[in-house]
């Protein structure tokens, strides 16, 4: 039977509409990550969100994958990463890689603070989704309208900060001495501390940055030894919390309050020191087993899988993050980002912390379990004043153990 060319190209338009074989032709859902495989922020990742990411990745493939009905099946999902080395520069250039050359389907973010600041205009430019996980601003809040597609879901020295203050007023808390890494992290947390804390009637005595190389802030311990202030406060990252940790312990300084930003709520740092040692330090946080039935479960789950306690200041964040986009994914029924974005941004999520939304395109801090804990016994506790609380404050903090003997 022959046609007419005019009846062949009405066919097979026909049979394009009723069956777009282009929108059935994807296998898989690529997401791509520029983050620190190696250098000082490696420590943050690895004890963080990466573990969460592998699980959750897991998860979603077991059961086959996120369903897009643009597609009409679900797409398991496949990781491409790249290592930053830690470095901002580093990152910048590899996120484009991601973007331009790998054209991933979406991105996962940066660890740190610094990093996300750095990452947030490259991926609006580009119309890609990105969350906030491993790190957060105050800054970025300013530049809300201008980063649509920036989602910040760890809660910072915003949210943490008065709560702080809160808890050292209640304590008695009159006299504080801080030090604070020398980038945005750092002068964030001390900025807003230093204003919650005269706000509530204490006085600073003195702050000081330190460099990200430091080696030996023992100076530093012994300027506040000597001032005799109730409280101390170090606003930086592993490497500095630990080697300050350390140190007061050689030094035998022990103020009243033993406040580190970022560090205090991983395994890792309860391990180096042992429940005796981290016994009434106060860290950012926080949420724990005694958080809610969910968290339960997602802890009882993870140390299954890992044979270790999860982060306990971003464990179930990090998770809440990750069920938010497959969930925003599966209600637009397509991986068109703008359509993702506005879902994520008018929507309620059921998460491991409950109904969880944005408040525009930043994180409803409603939604934190915890924003500040304190090791007792083991337990990394919130001891935000009101419900959220799983354990009174130790105040004052007892003193260090002895040293084991030689």
């Known amino acids: 039977m022959k046609y007419s060319r005019f009846v062949v190209f009405v066919m097979l338009f026909a049979s394009l509409v009723v069956f777009p074989l282009a929108a059935h032709s994807k296998d898989k859902i690529v997401i791509g990550m520029s983050t620190s495989l190696s250098g000082p922020l490696a420590i943050i990742r690895s004890a963080g969100f990466q573990p969460i990411y592998e699980m959750w990745v897991d998860e979603v493939n077991k059961a086959g994958g996120i369903s897009v009905k643009e597609y009409g099946k679900k797409l398991p999902i496949e990781l491409k990463i790249h290592d930053d080395k830690s470095d901002v520069g580093t990152m910048t250039r590899l996120l484009e890689k991601l973007i331009l050359e790998d054209k991933v389907d979406f991105l996962f973010a940066p660890c740190g603070t610094a990093m996300l600041f750095a990452a947030a205009p490259i991926t609006n430019k580009y119309g890609y989704i990105l969350i906030g996980q491993e790190g957060g601003s105050r800054s970025l809040q300013k530049f809300k309208a201008d980063f649509p597609y920036f989602f910040s879901v760890l809660n910072t020295d915003v949210q943490q900060m008065p709560?702080?203050?809160?808890?050292?007023?209640?304590?008695?808390?009159?006299?504080?001495?801080?030090?604070?890494?020398?980038d945005l992290h750092g002068t964030e947390y001390s900025g807003t501390a230093a204003a919650e804390f005269a706000a509530k009637g204490m006085n600073v005595v003195w702050s000081k940055s330190h460099p990200p190389d430091i080696k030996d802030l023992s100076p530093i311990l012994k300027a506040a030894q000597a001032a005799n202030v109730d409280a101390f406060c170090c606003f930086s990252y592993p490497d500095q919390t630990i080697l300050i940790t350390a140190q007061s312990?050689?030094?035998?300084?022990n103020p009243k309050a033993f406040f580190l930003s970022v560090g205090p709520y991983a395994p890792f740092f309860r391990d180096i020191f042992k429940p005796a040692g981290v016994e009434g330090i106060m860290g950012c946080g926080a949420w724990n087993e005694k958080s809610s039935r969910a968290?339960?479960?997602?802890?009882?789950?993870?140390?299954?899988?890992?044979?270790?306690?999860?982060?306990?200041?971003?464990?179930?964040i990090f998770y809440a993050s990750l069920q938010i986009l497959q969930q925003a994914i599966e209600k637009a029924g397509t991986?068109?980002?703008?359509k993702?974005?506005?879902?994520?941004?008018?929507?309620?999520?059921?998460?491991?912390?409950?109904?969880?939304?944005?408040?525009?395109?930043?994180?409803?801090?409603?939604?934190?379990?915890?924003?500040?804990?304190?090791?007792q016994k083991g337990v990394f506790e919130v001891i935000d004043p009101g419900e959220r609380r799983t354990a009174a404050p130790i105040f004052p903090k007892l003193a260090w153990p002895a040293p084991p003997k030689k």
């Open 163 to 182: 709560v702080l203050a809160k808890i050292f007023a209640e304590n008695g808390v009159k006299t504080v001495a801080m030090t604070f890494i020398g």
């Open 249 to 253: 312990m050689e030094i035998g300084y």
């Open 335 to 338: 991986l068109n980002q703008k």
């Open 340 to 375: 993702i974005k506005d879902i994520m941004t008018t929507q309620k999520f059921n998460t491991v912390l409950g109904p969880t939304w944005f408040d525009g395109t930043f994180y409803a801090s409603s939604c934190y379990p915890g924003q500040i804990g304190q090791w």
């Open 295 to 316: 968290a339960k479960e997602f802890s009882d789950k993870y140390k299954a899988r890992f044979k270790q306690d999860p982060n306990y200041w971003g464990g179930t």
